[in-house]
């Protein structure tokens, strides 16, 4: 891969990682709303990715099957696109174990009760709650004011 690229991936997931510690702390209630999706658009790339091997993988067996000569055979199998690296089953257990622990980082900072299943129960979790301000009492406030 390009440097260029790469150093403009590595600011980009810098700077969606940030934004998403942002939105969980900062707003909780709107976080909540695009947790479900972030899980299940997480859910859906990883799926299309293994589906994505086991494809190559049943091509590759396929043409091993056919009754060619082994110079062919290779250079068949040779011809198909890569599989994905085994280490982007890590990368997606570390994003989805990182949207857990933002999805409760309210509950953790603010004692709240967490529901009992965050995967089913994101959608029916009431908004921790806020902290109430504390007002002065009227005879340490300035006069005139």
């Known amino acids: 891969m390009d440097e260029v690229v790469e150093q403009a991936v590595v600011a980009l997931v810098v700077s969606a990682v940030g934004a998403l510690a ?7 209630k709107g976080f909540e709303k695009i947790i479900g999706k972030l899980w299940f658009a997480g859910f859906a790339i ?27 055979t290779d250079r068949i199998i040779a011809a198909l696109p890569d ?6 089953h890590l990368i997606y257990v570390a994003v989805m174990i990182y949207l857990a622990i933002l999805w409760s980082l309210p509950y953790w900072l603010l004692d709240a009760e967490p529901p009992k299943n965050p995967v089913t129960d994101f959608h029916k979790r ?18 005139g004011g």
């Open 22 to 28: 942002f939105i969980a702390y900062k707003h909780p």
């Open 126 to 143: 009431s908004p921790p709650p806020r902290r109430k301000q504390t007002s002065l009492p009227q005879e340490d406030l300035p006069a």
């Open 83 to 88: 599989f994905i690296p085994w280490w982007w």
């Open 46 to 72: 990883y799926v299309i990715g293994s589906v994505w091997n086991v494809a190559l993988l049943q091509s590759a067996e396929a043409v091993k099957g056919l009754q060619l000569d082994k110079s062919t």
